[in-house]
C-alpha cells in the first residue's frame, strides 16, 4: 500500500490547511509598500534563485543583488525576467525590490500531493530528462516528463547517466531500448559524468538558450552539473552562504552560466513526477504518436482503454504505435486518479 492511502492525522491536517490557503485569496507575503524615493530607477534582471519571499536577481552587469518581492508580484520563479529597482543605500541584506514579472515563454509545473501546483522554473528552452541505468532504467518516468514536456511546449532531450556502469553489450542493448524514442523524434543520449562518456555532446545541446535538468532523486544530475561547471561547489558553497540555502544535494531550483555559453538550471529531485494536474485527454495528447488517430475513433467520448472501435487501441495491434508506449499510457491514466488529491 502506498503512504498516500494511510495518511497520518497530521498529514491530513497539513493537507487541509493547505488546501484552505489556497481557497482564500492569494496574497503575497513579500513587501506591502515601499518608499519610492529609497530605490533607483527602474531596471531590467534575471531571477537565478528564489527562496521564500527573497530571490536572487542579476543586473545587466552580471552582479547579482538579493532582493524582496511586492506583494503585487504573485508568482516568481528561476528563469524569470523581471523589472526591479535597486536600493540607494544598500544595507548588505535585502538590496532591492522586484516591481513586475515580464511574459513568460514556458513555464514547468510540478505537482505536488501537500501544496498543489509548485512552479519550477520558467522560459525553458531544452527540458534535459535525466534518467540512471540502475537500479532500474524506467521508461514510464520518462514518459511522465515526456507528456509535461509537450503540454508545456518546452523541447526535451533524454540523458542516460551513468553509462559507465553499462558493459558493451548492455550499452548496445540500451540504445536499442531508447531508439523508440528517437523514431518518435526525441533525440537521447548515453552519457556518464564519472567517465566523461557522451558529456561532449551533451555540452553542444547547452550552448544556446535555457536548459534544466529534471529526474527523480538520485539519478545523478548533481554529478552532471560539477562535471558540466567546474567551479560548481564555489559557487554553491557562496549561494548557501549568503541564504542558508542552495546546498547540494540540490534544495530549489538555481540558473548556471555555463563557461562556453547558455544557462542551466537544476532543479530538486522528486521520487515521481505526477500528472494528476491534467486531463486524460491531456495525456493523450502528450503521447504524440497517438495524433493520427485521435478523432478517428468509433464513439466521440471514447477512453482509449477498452472502448469498441477505438483507433489508437488498432493502431496498436497494427504495430503503428508501440505496445510498450502504450502500456505506460494506460499505467500513467490509472495512476492519475489514485495520486490526485482529493482537494483538488
Same mark, same amino acid.
Given at each position: 500500500?502506498?503512504? %498516500?492511502?494511510?495518511?497520518?492525522?497530521?498529514?491530513?491536517?497539513?493537507?487541509?490547511? *493547505?488546501?484552505?490557503?489556497?481557497?482564500?485569496? @492569494?496574497?503575497?507575503?513579500?513587501?506591502?509598500?515601499?518608499?519610492?524615493?529609497?530605490?533607483? #530607477?527602474?531596471?531590467?534582471?534575471?531571477?537565478?534563485?528564489? +527562496? !521564500?519571499?527573497? #530571490?536572487?536577481?542579476?543586473?545587466?552587469?552580471? #552582479?547579482?543583488?538579493?532582493?524582496?518581492?511586492?506583494?503585487?508580484?504573485?508568482?516568481?520563479?528561476?528563469? $524569470?525576467?523581471?523589472? =526591479?529597482?535597486?536600493?540607494?543605500?544598500?544595507?548588505?541584506?535585502?538590496?532591492?525590490?522586484? $516591481?513586475?514579472?515580464?511574459?513568460?515563454?514556458?513555464?514547468?509545473?510540478?505537482? $505536488?500531493?501537500? $501544496?498543489?501546483?509548485?512552479?519550477?522554473?520558467?522560459?525553458?528552452?531544452?527540458?534535459?530528462?535525466?534518467?540512471?541505468?540502475? @537500479?532500474?532504467?524506467?521508461?514510464?518516468?520518462?514518459?511522465?516528463?515526456?507528456?509535461?514536456?509537450?503540454?508545456?511546449?518546452?523541447? @526535451?532531450?533524454?540523458?542516460? *547517466?551513468?553509462?559507465?556502469?553499462?558493459?558493451?553489450?548492455?550499452?548496445? #542493448?540500451?540504445?536499442?531500448?531508447?531508439?523508440?524514442?528517437?523514431?518518435?523524434?526525441?533525440?537521447? &543520449?548515453?552519457?556518464?559524468?564519472?567517465?566523461?562518456? !557522451?558529456?561532449?555532446?551533451?555540452?553542444?545541446?547547452?550552448?544556446?538558450?535555457?536548459?534544466? +535538468?529534471?529526474?527523480?532523486? !538520485?539519478?545523478?544530475?548533481?554529478?552532471?552539473?560539477?562535471?558540466?561547471?567546474?567551479?560548481?561547489?564555489?559557487?554553491?558553497?557562496?549561494?548557501?552562504?549568503?541564504?542558508?540555502? !542552495?546546498?547540494?544535494?540540490?534544495?530549489?531550483?538555481?540558473?548556471?552560466?555555463? @563557461?562556453?555559453?547558455?544557462?542551466?538550471?537544476?532543479?530538486?529531485?522528486?521520487?515521481?513526477?505526477?500528472? =494528476?494536474?491534467?486531463?486524460?485527454?491531456?495525456?493523450?495528447?502528450? +503521447?504524440?504518436? +497517438?495524433?493520427?488517430?485521435? /478523432?478517428?475513433?468509433?464513439?466521440?467520448?471514447?477512453?482509449?482503454?477498452?472502448?469498441? /472501435?477505438?483507433?489508437?487501441?488498432?493502431?496498436?495491434?497494427?504495430?503503428?504505435?508501440?505496445?510498450?508506449?502504450?502500456?505506460?499510457?494506460? %499505467?500513467? &491514466?490509472?495512476?492519475?486518479?489514485?495520486?490526485?488529491? *482529493?482537494?483538488?
Amino acid at each position: 500500500m502506498t503512504k %498516500k492511502k494511510h495518511l497520518t492525522q497530521r498529514q491530513q491536517q497539513r493537507i487541509a490547511d *493547505n488546501a484552505s490557503k489556497r481557497l482564500r485569496a @492569494p496574497k503575497n507575503k513579500g513587501v506591502e509598500s515601499v518608499d519610492d524615493s529609497s530605490f533607483a #530607477a527602474t531596471e531590467t534582471g534575471l531571477i537565478l534563485s528564489r +527562496f !521564500g519571499q527573497h #530571490a536572487d536577481v542579476e543586473d545587466t552587469t552580471g #552582479a547579482v543583488v538579493r532582493c524582496n518581492m511586492r506583494r503585487s508580484v504573485a508568482s516568481l520563479v528561476t528563469g $524569470d525576467r523581471v523589472v =526591479w529597482r535597486r536600493a540607494l543605500q544598500p544595507t548588505g541584506g535585502i538590496d532591492g525590490v522586484i $516591481d513586475a514579472v515580464e511574459e513568460r515563454s514556458s513555464l514547468l509545473l510540478r505537482p $505536488d500531493f501537500y $501544496d498543489g501546483l509548485k512552479p519550477v522554473a520558467a522560459n525553458i528552452d531544452l527540458m534535459i530528462i535525466v534518467s540512471a541505468i540502475l @537500479p532500474t532504467l524506467s521508461l514510464n518516468i520518462i514518459d511522465r516528463y515526456l507528456v509535461a514536456a509537450e503540454i508545456t511546449g518546452i523541447k @526535451p532531450l533524454l540523458v542516460i *547517466n551513468k553509462a559507465d556502469l553499462l558493459s558493451a553489450d548492455e550499452f548496445i #542493448a540500451t540504445e536499442q531500448q531508447l531508439s523508440l524514442y528517437q523514431q518518435l523524434g526525441y533525440n537521447f &543520449l548515453l552519457v556518464s559524468a564519472k567517465s566523461g562518456v !557522451g558529456m561532449a555532446q551533451l555540452l553542444r545541446y547547452l550552448h544556446s538558450g535555457t536548459s534544466i +535538468f529534471v529526474g527523480q532523486s !538520485g539519478v545523478g544530475k548533481s554529478s552532471l552539473m560539477n562535471h558540466l561547471i567546474p567551479d560548481l561547489e564555489a559557487l554553491t558553497q557562496e549561494v548557501s552562504a549568503n541564504s542558508g540555502l !542552495g546546498q547540494h544535494t540540490t534544495t530549489v531550483s538555481r540558473l548556471y552560466h555555463l @563557461p562556453d555559453g547558455g544557462d542551466l538550471i537544476d532543479s530538486p529531485g522528486i521520487r515521481e513526477f505526477a500528472l =494528476w494536474h491534467l486531463t486524460a485527454e491531456e495525456v493523450t495528447r502528450g +503521447f504524440t504518436e +497517438f495524433a493520427p488517430w485521435l /478523432g478517428r475513433c468509433k464513439f466521440r467520448d471514447c477512453k482509449h482503454i477498452s472502448d469498441p /472501435g477505438c483507433a489508437i487501441q488498432h493502431a496498436v495491434e497494427a504495430g503503428d504505435i508501440s505496445q510498450e508506449r502504450y502500456d505506460s499510457y494506460l %499505467k500513467i &491514466l490509472a495512476s492519475m486518479a489514485q495520486d490526485k488529491p *482529493n482537494y483538488f
